[in-house]
């Protein structure tokens, strides 16, 4: 099957850019927009641009969200400024890409691998932290509020939701979007977390590897959450349990319980 030409341009240069080259870029503009900071982005060829480039080169190419490829496409917003903001990212300088969630007026189904959680203003609290939590709204008809904070496997923080709103650290060894799924990598390349964002009310996650104050919290591929003790041994499993309460659904400290 031949590549179609719109595909390709005067050098024959494909626009699917190679997985290894993809993942150089998002690490050098911070896994988000460079001008703005937004993680829905898109990859930009700027130096050269694809009309003239022979090979994808990830010095020339910037992650830019919808809005800015837009802008720059249309001349609005000049190869310079583009390039500035690439000597200096957006995401670098401030830590984290970010995108608002849209979140409705009802109260938010969290998932946890295969556990469903409904109307638990703490879903996951350490130590008197709490790691997932939901808040009603500030006024009335106002969004449900969402808050998180994320690790991996080595204790160190990869991302949070700061009332609605994904932060997603710069310092990660990789993090994906596909479709409503954000996927964070760590280190050695393996799922840290996986996160699916079905709007307005629906939070899945998916896959979870994360450690906070020596516990240790893991969701499955086939769904199953297992917590795991500081001193290595397990706690509890939860396959397929659904909590609805007013308090908080997994308390882990001195007096660890689940309502």
Request: with cysteine; hydrophobic share 35%; aromatic share 10%.
């Amino acid at each position: 099957m031949q590549t179609s030409k719109k595909s390709v341009n005067q050098f024959g240069l494909s626009r699917d850019i190679p997985s290894s080259i993809k993942r150089e870029v998002r690490r050098r503009c911070g896994f988000g927009c460079v001008i703005c900071g937004s993680f829905i982005y898109q990859y930009h060829h700027h130096n050269p641009p694809f009309s003239e480039a022979r090979y994808h080169d990830p010095e020339g190419i910037a992650l830019l969200c919808g809005g800015c490829h837009e802008r720059a496409s249309k001349g609005l917003l000049s190869d310079s400024r583009i390039k500035k903001a690439v000597d200096k990212p957006k995401c670098l300088e401030q830590g984290f890409s970010h995108f608002p969630l849209d979140v409705g007026e009802n109260f938010p189904v969290i998932r946890l691998g295969s556990s469903v959680f409904v109307g638990n203003p703490t879903i996951i609290s350490v130590s008197g932290k709490r790691l997932l939590a939901v808040d009603r709204p500030e006024e009335i008809g106002g969004p449900f509020r969402i808050s998180a904070e994320f690790f991996d496997q080595h204790g160190n923080q990869t991302c949070r939701l700061v009332e609605n709103e994904w932060q997603g650290f710069s310092s990660n060894w990789d993090i994906t979007s596909k479709g409503k799924t954000i996927t964070v990598h760590s280190d050695n390349g393996e799922i840290a977390l996986g996160l699916r964002i079905i709007p307005p009310n629906e939070i899945n996650i998916d896959r979870l590897n994360m450690v906070y104050k020596g516990y240790r919290i893991c969701v499955e591929k086939n769904g199953q959450t297992t917590i795991y003790l500081p001193n290595g041994c397990m706690f509890a499993k939860l396959d397929s349990v659904t909590y609805t309460n007013n308090t908080a659904a997994i308390f882990l400290d001195d007096h660890m319980s689940f309502l």
